[in-house]
């Protein structure tokens, strides 16, 4: 069987995987669903992404993109209609929820395990010492619980306000990024058994309607795929061509020199390649593997910090 053309690596339980399932199901797309492990090692995604460790990955034959923020306008650009991006540009729509994702992510985790305890130690530490460079255990976050609330409480503020004039989406009639950036965080706050709790501590019955809404888009459809079909999709295909653009002056690297393309924040691992192109929005550079063959891997500008090795 040949492995579908979009293959999402991803887990169940990751809220920026659920962001671009959500997309996936806006656009209606087939797509095949690949399994990873909550943490590393992750030996047969290694070989697509370069090291990079955060999930969601996306794949397109010989094209990965990393981060949501690549992914998304990716999917746009590969299937344009229904558009991700109503009522608001891609750029625009991007930015900000750039800016609201970073800004909540470390309170959305303190409000979370506030509710949920502790998880397993092997994650807890994995958490710590390679993804997010801070002590995620209740313990740990519970003296900042009433800063974190208060923090996610004046966004959801903001968006119960947004939403009181009875609109579907945030952008209108249609959803888009903005519900999906702002619900992904809810959803990991209100999962397992805490919906009840986090509502009551947010007030979020007004959203109620919306929040239904959203996760009524579903997933489109997916079809299981093994990480090793994909890993063979990759090497058959050739990555797609990218029109040459000027590299900014401040990269200090041109097309085809090596680099090393590093988050900035989280998982800060650097991915090696050679440079492809910097554009507006995105860094792309290709990697040869011996596993996955010739490969471009893309990642957003804002976030990643490209260096000459
Ligand atoms: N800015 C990234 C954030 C991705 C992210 O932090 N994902 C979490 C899972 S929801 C992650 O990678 N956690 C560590 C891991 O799974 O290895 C994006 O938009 O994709």
């Known amino acids: 069987m040949s492995a579908p053309t979009l293959i999402l690596h ?10 671009v399932r959500l997309a996936l199901g806006i656009k209606g797309l087939d797509w095949g669903s690949v399994d990873v492990a909550m943490m590393p090692p992750r030996p047969l995604l290694d070989p697509l992404a370069g090291g990079y460790r955060r999930i969601p990955v ?5 094209d990965i993109y ?4 690549a992914i998304l306008p990716a999917l746009e650009r590969l299937a344009p209609e229904p558009s991700l991006y109503p009522g608001l540009e891609a750029p625009l729509a991007e930015g900000l929820t750039y800016g609201l994702e970073r800004d909540l992510w470390l309170a959305v985790i303190g409000v979370t395990v506030h509710f949920a305890g502790d998880l397993p130690e092997a994650f807890l530490r994995d958490r710590k010492d390679d993804y997010l460079y801070v002590d995620i255990s209740q313990g740990a976050m519970e003296p900042d619980f009433a800063r974190n609330a208060q923090r996610v409480a004046a966004w959801t503020a903001w968006l119960a306000q947004a939403l009181s004039d009875g609109r579907p989406f945030l952008g209108g009639e249609r959803p888009g990024v903005m519900d999906l950036a702002h619900y992904h965080l ?21 959203i109620h309607g919306w929040i239904g809404r959203v996760a009524a888009l579903g997933h489109g459809r997916p079809q299981e795929t093994t990480a090793e079909a994909a890993l063979a999709a990759a090497r058959a295909a050739e990555p797609a061509p990218v029109e040459a653009v000027a590299v900014p002056d401040l990269i200090a690297a041109s097309p085809g020199d090596a680099v090393t393309v590093t988050p900035d924040d989280f998982a800060r691992v650097p991915v090696a390649g050679r440079l492809v192109a910097v554009e507006a929005g995105r860094i792309v550079i290709r990697r040869d593997d011996p596993q996955a063959g010739a490969l471009h891997l893309h990642f957003p500008r804002a976030g990643f910090t490209v260096a000459r090795r």
């Open 10 to 19: 991803h887990y169940a339980f990751s809220p920026y995987a659920e962001k």
């Open 66 to 69: 990393c981060d949501t923020h």
């Open 186 to 206: 809810l959803w990991l706050m209100r999962g397992g058994d805490r919906a009840a709790a986090v509502d009551a501590l947010l007030g979020l019955g007004p």
């Open 58 to 62: 996306l794949q397109v034959g010989a």
